[in-house]
């Protein structure tokens, strides 16, 4: 019999032989890989045909691990170091009156706003780019409609995104704290003094000058005369008229005057009270403008001129000297305060209009005069304080944001020294 498979191996020629023959015949030859065994297509790591698997090859994909859940701890120390920072910014502001105008505090009030805003928006689109790469169901829009959104996912793989999420709450610190420390405006409950609104000083004039109208300064002075003279015009902070003309407000010994009545609620010390009554004294002689009745800041005092005549300042204000600042080159800063509502208020330091002769008449009283601590707190000047004895008669061109007075020169002092 010529049976081959009797004989053994088949050994003839692989000529017109069909790959994957005798295969199973459900199985399809297509373009995938051929099983090496027996030829037919492979689907799957295997061969179906013959039970044929290759080599599985190890993916090469690192295995994902398992982000951190942020804790509560967390949150609130980064919150805490925000709170400190804006605490620290306020009592600084609050502190350093004098040291700013209000120009400049609404310029670094926008420019912290800005800044705020800009490192806000910088963070804001680094975290849709990163949460774009996990998830492609987010679109351009959601960052202005959906921000949440986009911030959950954010927070939710803290501490990872600790920097994101550190200067996202930094931008914003720096939106919501700019107006209350830097620009003062949304302060109410703030000593008018620490306010940059030159308008509270003004306004404080007017309240205690009793009216609104010319008619508020009107009454003929004298002792124990003057109708609207009185104790309330006489707490103000006194505005003096520069050419000296006469006007209908009460003399000394009127109402308001040191022999005219109490002073009102004003420190009870009796330096203080000595000093009140010698401005008050001073500012009725030197025929004070009433309320309303002027052409200065806030409708009080006179301006003569674009440019006086002395080349001096053209309003003017009785003062009491509270302390001075020396400086290296032998000079002094006198530290004036001023009455406005019955209390001293801290309206700046003056070299200006001191000679060498003023300034010898001065030295020669500091040291009777000398006192440890200042009888009116003024934040953030180291000054030499003294026995609010000397006043002065001062020129200025306004009142700052600061409430304090602008490029003041002294004129003269109102009592001998």
Same mark, same amino acid.
């Given at each position: 019999?010529?049976?081959?498979?009797?004989?053994?191996?088949?050994?003839?020629?692989?000529?017109?032989?069909?790959?994957?023959?005798?295969?199973?015949?459900?199985?399809?030859?297509?373009?995938?890989?051929?099983?090496? !065994?027996?030829?037919?297509?492979?689907?799957?790591?295997?061969?179906?045909?013959?039970?044929?698997?290759?080599?599985?090859?190890?993916?090469?994909?690192?295995?994902?691990?398992?982000?951190?859940?942020?804790?509560?701890?967390? =949150?609130?120390?980064?919150?805490?170091?925000?709170?400190?920072?804006?605490?620290?910014?306020?009592?600084?502001?609050?502190? +350093?009156?004098?040291?700013?105008?209000?120009?400049?505090?609404?310029?670094?009030?926008?420019?912290?706003?800005?800044?705020?805003?800009?490192?806000?928006?910088?963070?804001?689109?680094?975290?849709?780019?990163? *949460?774009?790469?996990?998830?492609?169901?987010?679109?351009?829009?959601?960052?202005?409609?959906?921000?949440?959104?986009?911030?959950?996912?954010?927070?939710?793989?803290?501490?990872?995104?600790?920097?994101?999420?550190? =200067?996202?709450?930094?931008?914003?610190?720096?939106?919501?704290?700019?107006?209350? +420390?830097?620009?003062?405006?949304?302060?109410?409950?703030?000593?008018?003094?620490?306010?940059?609104?030159?308008?509270?000083?003004?306004?404080?004039? !007017?309240?205690?000058?009793?009216?609104?109208?010319?008619?508020?300064?009107?009454?003929?002075?004298?002792?124990?005369?003057?109708?609207?003279?009185?104790?309330?015009?006489?707490?103000?902070?006194?505005?003096? #008229?520069?050419?000296?003309?006469?006007?209908?407000?009460?003399?000394?010994?009127?109402?308001?005057?040191?022999?005219?009545?109490?002073?009102?609620?004003?420190?009870? #010390?009796?330096?203080?009270?000595?000093?009140?009554?010698?401005?008050?004294?001073?500012?009725?002689?030197?025929?004070?403008?009433?309320?309303?009745?002027?052409?200065?800041?806030?409708?009080?005092?006179?301006?003569?001129?674009?440019?006086?005549?002395?080349?001096?300042?053209?309003?003017?204000? #009785?003062?009491?000297?509270?302390?001075?600042?020396?400086?290296?080159?032998?000079?002094?800063?006198?530290?004036?305060?001023?009455?406005?509502?019955?209390?001293?208020?801290?309206?700046? +330091?003056?070299?200006?209009? *001191?000679?060498?002769?003023?300034? #010898?008449?001065?030295?020669?009283?500091?040291?009777?005069?000398?006192?440890?601590?200042?009888? *009116?707190?003024?934040?953030?000047?180291?000054?030499?304080?003294?026995?609010?004895?000397?006043?002065?008669?001062?020129?200025?061109?306004?009142? +700052?944001?600061?409430?304090?007075?602008?490029?003041?020169?002294?004129?003269? =002092?109102?009592?001998?020294?």
């Amino acid at each position: 019999m010529n049976d081959p498979s009797a004989s053994g191996p088949d050994e003839r020629p692989a000529t017109g032989q069909n790959p994957g023959h005798g295969a199973n015949p459900g199985i399809k030859i297509g373009s995938g890989p051929i099983c090496p !065994r027996c030829g037919a297509t492979i689907n799957n790591l295997w061969c179906v045909a013959c039970g044929w698997y290759g080599e599985i090859r190890p993916s090469k994909e690192s295995p994902k691990v398992e982000r951190p859940k942020p804790t509560i701890a967390d =949150f609130l120390l980064l919150a805490l170091g925000v709170v400190v920072v804006g605490l620290l910014a306020f009592v600084g502001r609050a502190t +350093t009156p004098e040291l700013t105008v209000s120009p400049m505090r609404t310029f670094w009030m926008w420019g912290m706003i800005a800044g705020g805003v800009s490192i806000f928006a910088a963070v804001h689109v680094r975290a849709f780019l990163n *949460l774009k790469e996990h998830n492609d169901q987010f679109h351009w829009i959601d960052m202005v409609f959906r921000p949440m959104s986009i911030w959950w996912p954010i927070i939710e793989w803290f501490p990872k995104t600790r920097a994101q999420v550190s =200067f996202a709450l930094w931008g914003l610190s720096a939106v919501v704290i700019a107006p209350l +420390t830097v620009g003062g405006e949304l302060l109410p409950f703030v000593d008018v003094r620490y306010h940059d609104r030159s308008s509270n000083l003004e306004e404080a004039m !007017r309240r205690s000058q009793g009216g609104d109208g010319p008619g508020s300064a009107s009454g003929k002075g004298g002792p124990g005369g003057g109708r609207s003279g009185g104790s309330a015009k006489a707490k103000a902070i006194f505005r003096v #008229d520069i050419d000296d003309e006469a006007t209908e407000s009460g003399g000394p010994g009127g109402a308001g005057g040191p022999q005219g009545g109490p002073l009102g609620e004003i420190e009870k #010390d009796p330096q203080l009270q000595r000093a009140m009554a010698e401005l008050n004294e001073r500012a009725h002689a030197n025929k004070v403008t009433g309320a309303g009745g002027g052409t200065g800041p806030g409708g009080f005092g006179q301006k003569v001129s674009d440019g006086p005549a002395d080349g001096l300042p053209p309003y003017a204000v #009785d003062c009491v000297v509270l302390g001075y600042v020396p400086d290296d080159q032998g000079s002094v800063g006198l530290v004036l305060a001023a009455s406005v509502d019955g209390k001293l208020h801290y309206v700046g +330091t003056v070299r200006k209009g *001191l000679d060498e002769k003023l300034l #010898d008449q001065i030295r020669s009283r500091f040291r009777e005069l000398s006192r440890s601590r200042p009888y *009116l707190g003024v934040p953030g000047l180291q000054a030499k304080w003294l026995v609010p004895k000397i006043t002065c008669r001062v020129r200025y061109e306004k009142i +700052t944001g600061s409430d304090t007075l602008e490029k003041p020169v002294i004129e003269k =002092f109102t009592k001998d020294l």
